[in-house]
């Protein structure tokens, strides 16, 4: 019967991050994966290109809240013991570069993340790991010292240690923490678009950089928006089903939170951020048609005037004070009711997973059992867009390794 220092169950970022670190150290690694190959979501993200990671979790007093939300403590110790991702990629033979705070492979193809993580082809010369693919495993439990794991087939995995790195807890993810005593917060979808009934005639409409926010249910009740908690910001884009672009995405966690406990969600969108009170109140001098005047692709702009019972030819300096309040409302904090979730399909990652409070932050062991780990997608954390999700994935894994 052999044994390893390492069982690593899952071949994702904070799997394969974990595998290298281990090697690298000394240790033996076994690493099973339920697909035929590695890495997936690596060679998907960001279009292929792969947005690795983001230089704003190395800058001086980086506020983790921002890009993490009620995670922030949580995610501190692994993100601020990583020095760099250049460091940790460098030595694999990938280097990074920067455009804007996004990092990206120099070649700017997740292959290129993937084989410095795996090698070509995946470990197959690698002295310390041992990698078995299209082997899920159904059963995990603590063998004396140490752990056994026992695949679909039937064959079973013996090692000191092991990480859970499944990604988003799927059914059998499920059954093993729940043998195991280990709560799942639900699950839901996070990075998705959001669905939206009467907007479908907007299809392919863009507007650059809008503010998105979730209105407070009391403030929604009476009819007012409530000062954001959590505002973001990024381009917008209407699909035949409703919103998407990087300001939605963001938001959709946090939405899709809330029309899961209470049936639906509101949220505000500031269409014109750029667009100042004063500047608006100019309007009302000139003879130019309203929907030539908003800064905005004059079908949305047409659509909006309509929201608020204006003409869209009808002259600016028409405007009632009252009309004029209602059209700016309409444009900086315009309203969208969410009563759908989106398909988990459509999801780049996942809200929810292993309860936060049953796993120690400063190792990510498990808190009921000696030497189990976990890192990734598979506990209750998810970031927002801009490679924050798989920096906490490779960093997860770097330090639940390091032991």
Same mark, same amino acid.
């Given at each position: 019967?052999?044994?390893?220092?390492?069982?690593?169950?899952?071949?994702?970022?904070?799997?394969?991050?974990?595998?290298?670190?281990?090697?690298?150290?000394?240790?033996?690694?076994?690493?099973?994966?339920?697909?035929?190959?590695? $890495?997936?979501?690596?060679?998907?993200?960001?279009?292929?290109?792969?947005?690795?990671?983001?230089?704003?979790?190395?800058?001086?007093?980086?506020?983790?809240?921002?890009?993490?939300?009620? !995670?922030?403590?949580?995610?501190?110790?692994?993100?601020?013991?990583?020095?760099?991702?250049?460091? %940790?990629?460098?030595?694999?033979?990938? =280097?990074?570069?920067?455009? +804007?705070?996004?990092?990206?492979?120099?070649?700017?193809?997740?292959?290129?993340?993937?084989?410095?993580?795996?090698?070509?082809?995946?470990?197959?010369?690698?002295?310390?790991?041992?990698?078995? %693919?299209?082997?899920?495993?159904?059963?995990?439990?603590?063998?004396?010292?140490?752990?056994?794991?026992?695949?679909?087939?039937?064959?079973?995995?013996?090692?000191?240690?092991?990480?859970?790195?499944?990604?988003?807890?799927?059914?059998?993810?499920?059954?093993?923490?729940?043998?195991?005593?280990?709560?799942? =917060?639900?699950?839901?979808?996070?990075?998705?678009?959001?669905?939206?009934?009467?907007?479908?005639?907007?299809? $392919?409409?863009?507007?650059?950089?809008?503010?998105?926010?979730?209105?407070?249910?009391?403030?929604?009740?009476?009819?007012?928006?409530?000062?954001?908690?959590?505002?973001?910001?990024?381009?917008?884009?209407?699909?035949?089903?409703?919103?998407? +672009?990087?300001?939605?995405?963001?938001?959709? +966690?946090?939405?899709?939170?809330?029309?899961? !406990?209470?049936?639906?969600?509101?949220?505000?969108?500031?269409?014109?951020?750029?667009? =100042?009170?004063?500047? %608006?109140?100019?309007?009302?001098?000139?003879?130019?048609?309203?929907?030539?005047?908003?800064?905005?692709?004059?079908?949305?702009?047409?659509?909006?005037?309509?929201?608020?019972?204006?003409?869209?030819?009808?002259?600016?300096?028409?405007?009632?004070? !009252?009309?004029?309040?209602?059209?700016?409302?309409?444009?900086?904090?315009?309203?969208?009711?969410?009563?759908?979730?989106?398909?988990?399909?459509?999801?780049?990652?996942?809200?929810?997973?292993?309860?936060?409070?049953?796993?120690?932050?400063?190792?990510?062991?498990?808190?009921?059992?000696?030497?189990?780990?976990?890192? $990734?997608?598979?506990?209750?954390?998810?970031?927002?867009?801009?490679?924050?999700?798989?920096?906490?994935?490779?960093? $997860?894994?770097?330090?639940?390794?390091?032991?």
């Amino acid at each position: 019967m052999s044994s390893s220092d390492w069982l690593i169950i899952g071949g994702g970022a904070a799997g394969l991050a974990a595998a290298r670190t281990a090697a690298a150290r000394g240790r033996t690694v076994t690493l099973l994966e339920a697909s035929a190959a590695a $890495g997936k979501k690596i060679l998907a993200a960001g279009g292929g290109r792969c947005n690795i990671g983001n230089l704003a979790l190395t800058e001086r007093g980086v506020d983790y809240g921002k890009f993490y939300g009620a !995670a922030k403590n949580f995610v501190k110790p692994a993100l601020s013991a990583l020095p760099s991702m250049r460091e %940790f990629f460098q030595p694999l033979g990938a =280097t990074l570069i920067a455009h +804007g705070q996004r990092l990206y492979p120099a070649d700017e193809r997740g292959a290129t993340i993937l084989s410095a993580l795996t090698g070509t082809p995946p470990f197959v010369h690698h002295p310390q790991i041992t990698a078995h %693919f299209l082997c899920p495993i159904v059963a995990l439990r603590q063998d004396g010292d140490g752990w056994q794991a026992v695949a679909g087939d039937g064959r079973r995995f013996f090692a000191a240690r092991v990480l859970l790195a499944t990604g988003g807890v799927n059914a059998a993810t499920r059954e093993i923490l729940q043998a195991l005593g280990y709560a799942v =917060t639900p699950l839901l979808p996070a990075l998705a678009p959001l669905t939206v009934a009467g907007f479908g005639d907007l299809a $392919g409409v863009s507007v650059p950089q809008v503010e998105a926010w979730r209105v407070a249910a009391s403030q929604s009740k009476i009819g007012r928006v409530a000062a954001p908690r959590r505002k973001f910001s990024g381009d917008l884009l209407f699909t035949h089903h409703g919103l998407s +672009g990087p300001a939605i995405l963001d938001l959709s +966690g946090e939405v899709a939170a809330e029309v899961a !406990a209470q049936g639906q969600s509101e949220i505000a969108i500031n269409l014109a951020p750029a667009l =100042t009170a004063a500047e %608006f109140a100019a309007w009302r001098v000139g003879g130019q048609p309203l929907k030539n005047r908003l800064p905005l692709p004059e079908r949305l702009a047409v659509k909006i005037l309509r929201s608020v019972a204006l003409a869209p030819q009808q002259r600016a300096a028409e405007l009632t004070a !009252a009309q004029s309040r209602s059209l700016w409302t309409a444009l900086t904090a315009h309203r969208f009711l969410l009563t759908q979730l989106t398909p988990m399909n459509q999801a780049m990652v996942t809200r929810g997973g292993v309860a936060l409070d049953e796993v120690e932050a400063k190792t990510l062991a498990g808190r009921r059992h000696k030497n189990l780990y976990f890192a $990734g997608e598979i506990l209750d954390v998810d970031g927002v867009s801009g490679g924050f999700n798989l920096q906490w994935a490779i960093a $997860g894994g770097r330090l639940v390794a390091s032991v």
